[in-house]
């Protein structure tokens, strides 16, 4: 599944800061149901990432159940997912929609619904790539700019952040343009791996995500000579041209 920059920019951050500030873990789950069991309260990320597939970049990013046809799960995913282990050794998750200042939910849309459902779902019963917890619950993060568009839905998260309230409490997270920067730049080297990860015996993927992966390089190279260049190495597949071009100019 594709994530847009723009989600990446806001999410990623937050994921980061979860794994090395445990003040920050802390006060997230001092926002949630959780906050009895937030001090003390591991978080597994590394768990989780051995869990998912071998290709997948991030530890948190965009869960999905592959079985259930559930109204949870059916054709949804959690933006983030943190699952932590509290001092007790009980595991419970985080399920977090990160809406960026652009996004709006869908006017007949069942996102923020499918939320509480989805996470109820999985405690207990986690899908094959997620590690089992027993408890579970929500959080919408998105700009407060935009909370009064997202009137109808908010109530079905059991928790609401700002991307203000959180810059608030700690300014590094999203102070530093350089990390928004390093998170569209990977956004882009991920989806362009995928393409060569076809030319070594992976599933195909399909051609509107290479078509896709052009315009991200149409639209972030800074000279005609690197765009041409990338262009050429991503018709070849020639992943060692291409790997310099990424990681080095775009
Ligand atoms: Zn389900």
Redesign the pocket.
């Known amino acids: 599944m594709n994530y847009g920059a723009s989600e990446l920019k806001y999410a990623k951050p937050v994921a980061d800061e979860l794994v090395v500030n445990p003040e920050f873990r802390r006060w997230v789950l001092s926002q949630t149901k959780f906050a009895a069991r937030a001090v003390g309260a591991r978080l597994l990320h590394e768990e989780m990432l051995r869990a998912r597939s071998k290709t997948a970049k991030f530890w948190w990013r965009s869960h999905y ?1 592959e079985k ?1 046809t ?1 109204p ?2 059916r054709g949804q995913e959690a933006d983030l997912l943190a699952i932590f282990e509290d001092a007790a050794g009980e595991r419970f998750a985080l399920h977090v929609e990160v809406k960026h200042p652009g996004d709006s939910f869908k006017v007949d849309g069942h996102q923020a619904e499918a939320y509480p459902i ?1 996470a109820r ?1 999985w405690a207990g019963d986690a899908p094959e790539k997620v590690l089992g917890h027993s408890d579970a619950t929500t959080m919408l993060l998105c700009s407060a700019s935009r909370l009064g568009d997202y009137e109808q839905h908010r109530g079905h998260f059991g928790s609401v952040l700002t991307f203000e309230t959180v810059a608030g409490q700690f300014p590094g997270v999203y102070g530093h343009g350089e990390v928004a920067e390093i998170a569209e730049r990977e956004t882009i080297a991920g989806s362009l791996i995928e393409v060569f990860d076809t030319s070594q015996g992976l599933p195909p993927i399909p051609e509107w995500q290479v078509e896709f992966n052009k315009q991200m390089i149409a639209h972030h190279c800074t000279s005609e000579a690197q765009k041409a260049a990338a262009m050429k190495a991503l018709d070849a597949r020639d992943r060692s041209a291409f790997d310099a071009i990424v990681y080095t100019t775009i």
Do not use: Q
Request: aromatic letters at 0%; hydrophobic letters at 0%.
């Open positions: 159940s259930c559930c949870g799960c989805r779902c």
